[in-house]
């Protein structure tokens, strides 16, 4: 990736991309994506379903899993914080961009090279975000349509359900709709997000308090609360449970960071994007959620129950004739009431269920509307976190494939939105795929669900080491902030990874399902990763380009001088031509059209590795660039061949 200069505040580069998001705009998208409005509703089924290894359920650690989980979430957060301070000029790319900088600085170099750990370092970084990232929006997409399914339950008179097919349906116009606003552009998503955490936050507020004053006044009469009291709730119960329990809580704390892709549109983004990250989480993740969730557990009795299917009891089998082998006989399944956590476990939407408890009796009458209503906010909520990690994603993206290390039409922007739209429509198709697989039970929401917290800790586990090997040798380095800190992350990562592959090998079959579904997407885009780069990355080293600069006659000296001191220039050809561009060669006199005019121009030839195109562009950019009309244009052409006519020598061994 092309070291890239600080630039002014009006423009951020050639593409036209002004900064218009403060402080305020900034943290607001950061905290619609981690969404404390949405999780509670959507992920507290897979919290209260969640067992160990042995089978037991480790509901009861969900508060301290939560914990554990914002602690690693701080610690990555101040790793990001200080790359943003240091590399404000990151663009889209981020955290890829973050990592080979890192590795650049520290070995003091201005370019990296194919083989080199500094795009090492980039392309690991970016297989692990586009992991996270990429897989995120398939989850909310699945999340969607459950919510939706459970509200047509609800609705109607018979309790009749959606089937798979028409739960995939929504998830389809779901992820359309929501790829349509992100289209639009980052305005338009910035309002929609501080929107959608005003009523979030309200709503939160609203369950939260009035969950509390139902186990204040317990006007059912509830005998066996889940938990004893508030110490019960946040304390440890067991370091398995806790690591759980923490492995799915990833998922309602991710997304502080994405304030890190918007840096080509913020204004200052060295002192607000380091300021967006930490004000998001701490409003989300410390305030809101270790709030609801103390809430939500606080109100949990015997009150609320459920109804799950179970295996019935094996009847005694006549004996088998001698000789014959007994019979296989299918289990039947027959339907168990549960009550507590279990019902929590059993429900769709356990939050929906304490609502109706909640408007029931502390709110007579209003208990069938007070779930709706929150229903409703939840939803809203989801566009937001849906969104914002869309809009995220197709930003990492599109500057990783502005630096050529993806496909080249992801790195397109669309003309008058300024916005990756190749790569929304894309994400948009994936996070269909991906949804129909969450919709078709909690295994498959659980897998895609882990995938993505897979991806989220090898990229926070990564930016943590960044951290260290860009600030070390600085004077600026700070034991505490660049050292240990950063060392924490990375432990906490590391087990959360560990955690993840413990539930494979010695869970239960559920268990097992899940991680199984987790790794073979890891494994696929692995794969699929490993082959393009190897591909890519042979071209990239013995390929060529043929570059054509169109510059004014004056800068020839300056430019040249500018190739050859970065070892860029093997050869050139120029030569003396005149022409003219959009300006015709003189400017327009009210409404009447200049004349065209040949100017006379150098135009300059040079054929270089494909590896170093985006290098050598950079450099004429800083040397050509006056801002001023008649700077010239740059153009890149395929070379097909080259031969060196004394020695025959071929390819790039010519040039």
Known sequence: MAEKKPVPAEIHHATGIVPTLG??????????????????????????????????????????????????????????????????????????????????DSAKSKRAGPQSMARIAKL??????????????????????????????????????????????????????VGFIAFKGVQGSTITNIWVNIIQWIALV?????????????????????????????????????????????LILVGFESA????????APEKTIPKAIIIA??????????????????????????????????????????????AAAAPVMITQTVHGMDAMAASSAPIGDMCRAIGDHVLPGVGFGLMVVIAITVIIAVVGTTLSCMNTAVRVTNGMADDRELP???????????????????????????????????DGLTGITLASNFGTFVLYGQVCIWTWI???????????????????????????????????????????????????????????????????????????????????PDALDDLVSALNSEGLVQG??????????????????GDVPAKIKFLPKARVELAVNDWDVPHVIQVMETVLNTGSVGDGKIFVFDTEETVRVRTGESGIAAV
């Open 206 to 250: 609203v369950f939260s308090v009035l969950a509390i004053i139902y186990r204040w006044h317990n006007p059912e009469g509830a005998t066996a609360f889940t938990f004893s009291g508030a110490v019960d709730i946040v304390k440890f119960h067991s370091i398995q449970g806790v690591l759980v329990q923490s492995t799915i809580a990833i």
């Open 281 to 326: 989480l701490v409003v989300q993740g410390l305030c809101a959620y270790l709030f609801e969730y103390f809430a939500a557990n606080y109100m949990v009795s015997e009150k609320l129950t459920g109804v799950t299917s179970v295996a019935a009891p094996v009847a005694a089998a006549a004996p088998a004739a001698a000789g014959a082998a007994p």
């Open 572 to 589: 050139m050809t120029v030569s003396e031509v005149k022409g003219f561009g959009r300006q015709r060669g003189g400017k327009d006199h």
């Open 124 to 177: 690991t970084t970016g297989w692990a975000a586009h992991l996270f990232y990429w897989v995120y929006p398939g989850v909310m997409v699945a999340m969607f349509a459950i919510l939706v399914g459970y509200l047509y339950t609800a609705f109607s008179p018979t309790g009749a359900t959606l089937n798979n097919a028409t739960l995939t349906l929504i998830s389809i116009i779901f992820a359309f709709g």
């Open 470 to 552: 860009a600030y070390k040798g600085r004077p600026d380095f700070s034991l505490l902030k660049h050292f240990l800190v950063p060392l924490g992350g990375l432990i906490l990562n590391i087990v959360m990874c560990g955690g993840i592959f413990y539930l494979n090998f010695t869970g239960t079959a559920d268990n097992k399902i899940e991680a199984a579904i987790c790794f073979y997407i890891a494994g696929a885009w692995a794969l699929i990763s490993f082959l393009y780069v190897m591909l890519t990355t042979v071209h990239k080293n013995y390929g060529m380009k043929m570059i054509t600069a169109m510059i004014r």
């Open 260 to 267: 890190t892709a918007g840096a080509a549109e913020t204004i």
């Open 23 to 104: 402080l305020l705009g900034s943290s607001m998208n950061a905290m619609a994506l981690i969404a404390p409005g949405a999780f509670l509703w959507i992920t507290y089924q897979l919290q209260a379903a969640a067992t160990t290894p042995s089978g037991a359920s480790c509901a009861n650690d969900m508060w301290s899993g939560i914990l554990v989980a914002l602690v690693l979430a701080f610690l990555t957060a101040f790793s990001y914080a200080e790359l943003a301070k240091l590399y404000p000029e990151a663009g889209f790319a981020s955290c890829a961009y973050f990592a080979e900088k890192a590795f650049l």
């Open 408 to 442: 080249e039409f992801l790195a397109f922007l669309h003309t008058e939105n300024k916005t990756p739209h190749t790569a929304i429509g894309v994400l948009v198709v994936l996070s269909c795929v991906i949804a129909g697989i969450g919709v078709q039970s909690v």
